[in-house]
């Protein structure tokens, strides 16, 4: 064994809003811990644009709270260090953390890795990412004003982006493969009520076509009649779910079938110290107060749990 090696009483994997809520619970207790992301801390906010749900917040931008988390964060003398985590393992009585950057060690862990979008799997779809292909409605909108886009999905995701892109550019086509959508019934009205929105409900996408300056139209079938039809535009924005990101968790076997994971009314999953929050958690509602509600238990349970130790 390495007598020189650094065992952090606490590993926080992620900086999303559960993570950077756990970061500042566990300083405020004064618990020695590490925090890393692989990108820009705030998660899924840095992509969101508007948020109104959120106590105390009725109309900022994703990015806005993000900074805000992290500047509350930073001012509690935290640094978020960047970090690709690959694995983690046990190691006697604390975690092995394999990263980019090299092993991290810990007596207990938080996941807090939330979800990536999940992609369509049709032809031109990888082809086109980056040339019309687009996860970011919000992001890449402003780049088709005079533009038809497509925007596939019928969930929150799907239906946020685009009322939001429905104010920007020229025609929104909607291919949904259901009749329902998951999304707030709200949302559904505000977006019913755009001029420039055209349904396609029933439908998916079969291939993506493009030229030397990226997407040019898209195929989509009706899964009813079985009919066939080509949209002409110049984006794809797929909504379609996302998935947990644990590949890094197969040493523990504490996921469902769908790759999210389970843990206890403590946070805690079935390894002892190993906690788990937010959206990469097998759970009824992912938003950003259930997120931080899952940081404050995690951080005040993982503290238990070193003490014990
Ligand atoms: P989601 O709710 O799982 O919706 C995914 C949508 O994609 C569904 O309409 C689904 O159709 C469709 N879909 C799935 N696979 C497909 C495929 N291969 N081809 C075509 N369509 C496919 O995912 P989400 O919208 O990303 O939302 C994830 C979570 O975050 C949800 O809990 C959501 O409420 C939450 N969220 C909340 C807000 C908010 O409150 N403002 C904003 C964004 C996200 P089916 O309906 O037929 O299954």
């Known amino acids: 064994m390495n007598e020189n ?71 509690l003398g935290v640094e978020i260090d960047y970090a690709d985590v690959q694995k983690i393992r046990k190691d006697e009585d604390h975690f092995v953390v394999t990263s980019d950057e090299g092993e991290i060690f810990a007596k207990a862990v938080i996941i807090a890795t939330g979800t990536q979008e999940r992609k369509l799997r049709i032809p031109g779809e990888a082809k086109y990412t980056g ?82 300056n990226g997407v040019t139209s898209i195929g989509i079938k009706n899964i009813v009649d079985g009919s ?11 909504f379609v779910g996302s998935d947990a990101v644990t590949d890094f968790l197969s040493e523990f076997d504490v996921r469902d079938e769908k790759g999210f994971v389970l843990v206890d009314h403590e946070m805690m999953t079935n390894v002892p110290g190993l906690f788990s929050i937010g959206d990469v958690n097998k759970k009824v509602l992912r938003q950003i107060v259930t997120a931080t509600n899952d940081g404050a238990i995690a951080a005040l349970a993982a503290n238990r749990y070193i003490k014990k130790k």
Do not use: W
Request: proline share 5%; with cysteine.
């Open 228 to 238: 066939e039809e080509t949209l002409n535009v110049k984006a794809v924005f797929p």
């Open 131 to 212: 040339r019309g292909v687009s996860y970011c409605a919000v992001c890449d909108g402003n780049l088709y004003k005079n533009d038809a886009i497509v925007i596939i999905g019928g969930g929150n995701s799907a239906i946020e982006e685009a009322v939001f892109v429905a104010k920007i550019v020229k025609e929104i086509h909607i291919v949904h493969r259901n009749e329902n959508f998951r999304a707030d019934d709200s949302l559904i009205e505000e977006l019913r009520n755009s001029p420039n929105v055209k349904f396609h409900l029933n439908a998916i996408p079969t291939e993506i076509f493009g030229d030397q």
């Open 5 to 75: 090696k650094v065992i952090h009483p606490v590993l926080i994997v992620g900086a999303g809003p559960a993570g950077m809520t756990a970061a500042i619970y566990l300083a405020r207790a004064n618990v020695k811990f590490k925090i890393v992301d692989k990108y820009a801390p705030g998660g899924k906010m840095n992509i969101t644009q508007l948020i109104e749900n959120y106590p105390g917040v009725t109309n900022m931008t994703g990015p806005d709270l993000a900074f805000k988390m992290f500047e509350q964060v930073r001012e």
